[in-house]
């Protein structure tokens, strides 16, 4: 019976076979062959510049190319050029979210270079103001990942408690994004008066929204759908590509360079802990970076009360010359190591700095960890490796 | 807050922590002493240059044995020093450097330098730098891509900044620059082309400030077309 004669009466189609029919309709007439996609160079999920392109069988994806550079600026090369002064305003644009955080271990390496140490009322100030950064870049991102999943509400609330931090940041600095306020030795600046106070109802504000967060999103069963089982990156092979902070801890590697570096800042003086999750994956990533915003709120709250009065710069010369030496100093930065390796000739300026940022390595691993991966939860586990342009591109 | 009992002067100095002197041990253990050609202590972190021919061993053994598991980077040095203004390089901003070409800490052969960083999650305040000397003609050394995956991005930026071949690197192609980009960037004889444009007020100010003592003896005009 062909399909243009009339049906006899009375003819029922066993509902039970409908499944292969509609199988053997894919396998004939369907050509899986590979498709390549490319998203971006400008894509909203990428936050920057980014271009990812990726190679797809059906839905899934086969490989995929990151393709970077778009704001290369060549920090490393401009950093042979300036003092070591002028270099701050330079690596403040690195991971542009966190900018203070970005100076912290330049400054150091010059500082340690100079047999120079920044008097204890600078270091708690240099800790609050970076843990302030990484409370900012996290809020951003709490609310980000949600937009990625297709929620808009936090993303609101993200930029909402995003500025009561900047406002703090900016009181203190005079920069929402751009501080420079570091300085070899010390800061610029003492705190404003009141700032404490209005710090820590800032804090208080944060701590509540992080609750908020938890159960508008963690605890959202879309959103775990969407982010559990998905993305996952071994212990091993995550360290092995260099993927440090948040990312690694949310492999259950329990290994924070606040704590488990060379000692720096004020750390060692307060009470704190490291957050890991066993299970690698975006909703990991997610819950890791949720829980160290509490934590460093709850930091920022214990160093304002333990804050140490005192001179906020150590005696330096006016013309800052660095002696000769190699120094490797990193730190935690919001989005993992970031480190410095200054070589310096002993002119006032470095001869050469290597530039160690978080993001390069830990999108690096992307080629990888996309492989097998449906193309909508590309764009999520983008988002939970949580990467700035700046910071990968330098 | 301190560095803990790192010594104030590690340049040139010959004492060593001793988690450090035990770390170096255990390296040349595993990798046989005859590879490992210097090593000091700079600022408390542990310095090793290697040889040229054991590079990737010294990564194997790193991964395997010493339980470095974390890469942190790998890059590139051009020890010789940059042509300076009165070489005819025109800047006159960009900080002094000696004209002597000396190798930092660990020493060098020659020119090219590459040096890597690894670290253990495991173990708290534990990491080594690496450091391997390359043939100024042709520079080359062996890819770390097959012990650290992550090497395969640091090894591409040192190729296209340096001119660095890694052997045994799966695609060697440009990271950041357009892939037509002719020339090595961070090579000390590459020029910074807007510096020498136009130099920037740096050491020497180039272009008088308004209201500068210098720019009173010139006439209002030039300085006017000074700006344009």
Request: with cysteine; proline share 6%; charged share 25%.
């Amino acid at each position: 019976m062909t399909a243009t004669e009339p049906r006899a009466p009375g003819f029922e189609v066993d509902p039970s076979l409908y499944r292969h029919l509609a199988d053997a309709q894919v396998n004939v007439e369907i050509d899986t062959g590979d498709m390549v996609l490319n998203l971006g160079p400008q894509h909203p999920a990428t936050h920057g510049t980014l271009r990812l392109v990726v190679r797809l069988d059906g839905e899934r994806v086969v490989a995929s190319d990151v393709i970077i550079g778009y704001m290369h600026r060549g920090y490393e090369k401009l950093s042979e050029f300036r003092t070591y002064p002028q270099i701050t305003t330079l690596i403040n644009r690195i991971d542009w979210l966190s900018s203070f955080a970005n100076e912290v271990p330049f400054v150091h390496a010059a500082e340690q270079l100079m047999g120079v140490e920044a008097p204890p009322r600078a270091q708690y100030i240099r800790t609050v103001l970076t843990e302030l950064s990484r409370i900012a870049t996290f809020l951003l991102f709490l609310g980000e990942m949600g937009l990625q999943v297709g929620a808009i509400t936090p993303a609101f609330y993200g930029f909402r408690d995003r500025e009561y931090v900047l406002n703090a940041i900016e009181a203190a600095t005079g920069g929402r994004f751009h501080p420079n306020f570091n300085r070899i030795g010390g800061l610029k600046d003492d705190l404003p008066w009141g700032w404490a106070a209005e710090t820590r109802e800032a804090m208080r504000k944060i701590l509540k929204s992080c609750d908020d967060f938890e159960d508008l999103v963690v605890a959202n069963p879309i959103f775990q759908q969407r982010t559990r089982s998905i993305g996952i990156i071994p212990a091993e092979l995550g360290a092995s590509y260099g993927v440090s902070g948040s990312n690694l801890r949310a492999s259950g590697v329990d290994w924070d360079l606040r704590r488990d570096g060379k000692p720096y800042l004020a750390y060692d003086a307060i009470d704190w802990k490291v957050w890991t999750h066993p299970d690698g994956d975006s909703f990991a990533r997610y819950w890791v970076r949720l829980q160290e915003t509490r934590e460093s709120a709850r930091m920022v709250l214990q160093l304002i009360d333990a804050m140490p009065s005192g001179p906020i710069m150590a005696k330096v010369p006016r013309i800052i010359k660095v002696p000769e030496g190699e120094a490797w100093v990193n730190t935690e930065n919001p989005l993992g190591e970031m480190g410095y390796y200054v070589v310096s000739k002993g002119a006032t300026g470095p001869f050469r700095v290597k530039i160690r940022t978080a993001s390069l390595s830990n999108v690096s691993i992307a080629p990888w960890l996309l492989r097998g991966a449906y193309v909508p939860d590309v764009i999520t586990i983008l988002a939970s490796l949580y990467f700035i342009l700046g910071d990968i591109d330098k | 807050m301190s560095d803990d009992g790192a010594p104030d002067a590690a340049e040139g100095a010959t004492s060593m922590s001793d988690s450090n002197v035990a770390l170096l041990e255990r390296i040349s253990t595993a990798l046989g002493s005859d590879a490992i050609v210097e090593s000091v202590e700079s600022l408390g972190d542990l310095v090793v240059r290697v040889r040229a021919d054991r590079w990737r061993d010294a990564a194997q053994a790193c991964r395997t044995e010493l339980g470095f598991d974390y890469l942190s980077f790998v890059g590139g040095i051009d020890w010789q020093p940059a042509p300076s203004a009165d070489e005819g390089s025109g800047d006159t901003s960009a900080p002094v450097q000696p004209k002597e070409q000396t190798y930092g800490v660990a020493g060098s052969a020659g020119r090219f330098q590459v040096f890597a960083r690894v670290a253990s999650t495991h173990v708290p305040r534990v990491g080594l730098t690496l450091k391997v000397d390359l043939d100024e003609e042709s520079p080359a050394v062996a890819s770390w891509t097959s012990v650290y995956p992550g090497a395969d991005w640091h090894e591409r930026e040192t190729w296209e900044m340096y001119g660095f071949d890694f052997h045994g690197h799966p695609s060697l192609r440009h990271l950041y620059l357009p892939s037509g980009f002719e020339g090595h960037p961070l090579r000390k004889d590459f020029p910074l082309l807007a510096r020498e444009v136009k130099p920037w007020p740096g050491l020497v100010d180039v272009e008088g400030m308004p209201g500068d003592a210098s720019d009173e003896t010139e006439a209002p005009d030039s300085a006017g077309g000074g700006d344009a």
